[in-house]
C-alpha cells in the first residue's frame, strides 16, 4: 500500500500481471457476488415475503408493498455511493469495500431473523425496511469500489476484459440465490419452507460473508491508488471535486444520462422483471420459473466478458447502444410472445383431465360465516397443468354483499408448462439476457475511463448507483402498477403495458449517448 507496492507492480511481466489480476478478480468478484446474491434473495422472494411482512387481506397491494419495499433498498444505493465512495477516494478501495460487506452480511441475515406480520404487526415491514435500507447503503460502496480496484489493476489495454468478470457477478448473484431457494424448496415440504423454510437463503448469506471477508482482509490497496496516496495526489474532498466542479460534474451527468439509466432499466427488464412477469401475470408456478430463469441466466453470463472483450476491440460506446437500441425495439414482441405462448384455448384436455373439490371452513373472523374453496385441476394433452382456487366468502344471510355487490370469489392460478413451452420461454428470456450483456459488459471500464483516480470511485459510483438504483431498481414497482392500471382499464394489451417505462428511459438514454458520449477507450485520467 505505498509507492514500492506500484514500482513492484510495474515491474512486474505480463504473467506475472495476469496472475496478479486473476488474484485480485477472485477475491474483488467473490465479496461482490455475495452482496448481490444477498441483496437479490429479497427480490427472489419477493411472492413469499408479501405473505410474511404484510397484512394478508390484499395480496395484490401487499406484493405492490414488497416490491416497494425492495425498490427502496435501490433508492438509497446513490447515498451509500456518496458516502462510501468518498472514503474510497481518501483512505483506499480495499478498506472500504470491506465494511459494505459486513454491512450488507449481517443485514441479510437479520432479515431471516424478523418475526412475521401476524406476530409483531406492523413491527415487520418496518423492520425490513431499515434492513433493506443499510443493504442499499452497503451496495452503493460496494460495486464501485470493486470495479475500480478491479480496473486498476488491469492493463489499459485489457480494461474492458478484466472488468468484465466483475459484471457477472450481479447476474451470477441472482443466479445462485436462484439455486439456494430451489434446493431449499427441494429438501423441505411446501409446508415447511411456508412456514420457516424461506429464512434459510437470508441465513446463508452470513457464512459467505465470513469467508469473503477473510479473502479481501489480506488484499493489498490497487497499484494507481498506492501511487498517488504516496505522491500526496489523492483528493481531500471528493465529494467538491466530483460534483462542485463543472468540467467533472458534466462528466458525472454523462455518465448518468448517456449509459447508466438506460444500462439500469434493460438490466432489470431482462432478469427480475422477466421474473416477475412470468409469476404475476403468467400465473406460471414459481418453483418452474426460478430453474427457467436460472437457465437462462446460466447460458446468457459468459456474454457479459464476451462484450467486455469486445469492446477493448472495437470501443464501449457501440456495443452498449446497439444493446438498448435492440432492446427498445424487440421488448414488445417478446412479451407478447411470451404470454402467448400459454395459449389455454388452443389447447386439448386431456382423458380425466379435469378434477374438481370444493371445500368449506369457518372464516377466522366471522364464527357465523364460511370461507368456500373451489379447487380445480386440468392437464392438457400437451403436458400443461393448471391449479386454480376460487375463495368466495359466504355468511349465513348468503353471499356477502361489497359497495351493493356480490362480493367477488379471491382466485389464485398457477400454471406448470409442458417442456416445449418451457424451454421456449427460456429462449425469450435468453435473448433478454444478451441485452443486458451487452449494455452491462463494457459499463464499468466505460465508467472508470472517465474519472481520474483521485475522485474515480465517487464519481463513478453515482451515476451508476442513480442509473441502476432509482431507474432500475423502481422498474418492478412501476411496471407492476402500470400493468395492474391497464387491466383494471380494459386494454386488450393490458400485460404489455409496464414495458413503457423501460423503452422509454432507455429511448431518453440512446438519444443522449449516441449525440454526446465519445467511442474512445482510452486510460488519459490514470
Partial sequence: MSENHHENYENMTERQKNRTIWSVITASSLGTLIEWYDFYIFGSLAIVLATKFFPADNPTAAFLSTLATFAAG??????????FGRLGDIIGRKYTFLVTLLIMGFSTFLIGCIPGYETIGFMAPVLVLILRLLQGLALGGEYGGAATYVAEYAQPH?????????????????????????????????????????????WISILMVGVSYFIRKNMKESPLFAKAKSEGKTSKNPLKESFGNKFNFKFVLLALFGAAMGQGVIWYTGQFYAMSFLQKVMNIDSMQVDYLMA??????????VFFGWLSDKIGRKAI????MLVAILAYRPIYDSMYKSVNIEAKTVANNGIKETRTAAIHKDIASDSLITFHKETTFTDGTFIKKDSIVHWSAAGPVMKDGKVEEPKVTKSITLSNDTRWYL????????????????PIAAFLVEMFPVRIRYTSMSLPYHIGNGVF????????????????????????LEGL????????????????????????IHD
Fill in 74 to 83: 435501490f433508492v438509497v444505493r446513490p447515498f451509500g455511493a456518496l458516502f
Fill in 158 to 202: 485489457r480494461r474492458g476484459y478484466w472488468t468484465s468478470w466483475i459484471q457477472t457477478t450481479a447476474t451470477a448473484g441472482l443466479f445462485i440465490s436462484l439455486i439456494v431457494i430451489l434446493i431449499t424448496k427441494n429438501t423441505l415440504s411446501a409446508e415447511e419452507f411456508d412456514s420457516w423454510g424461506w429464512r434459510v437463503p437470508f
Fill in 295 to 304: 437457465t437462462a441466466l446460466l447460458m446468457g453470463t459468459p456474454f457479459f
Fill in 320 to 323: 452498449m447502444m446497439a444493446g
Fill in 426 to 441: 427460456v429462449f425469450l428470456v435468453f435473448i433478454q439476457v444478451i441485452f443486458v450483456t451487452m449494455v452491462y459488459g
Fill in 472 to 495: 432500475g431498481g423502481l422498474l418492478p414497482a412501476v411496471a407492476t402498477y402500470l400493468v395492474t392500471q391497464g387491466k383494471d382499464a380494459g386494454h386488450p394489451t393490458w400485460y
Fill in 500 to 523: 413503457w417505462y423501460p423503452i422509454g428511459v432507455a429511448g431518453v438514454c440512446l438519444v443522449i449517448g449516441l449525440f454526446y458520449l465519445k467511442n474512445k477507450n482510452n486510460n
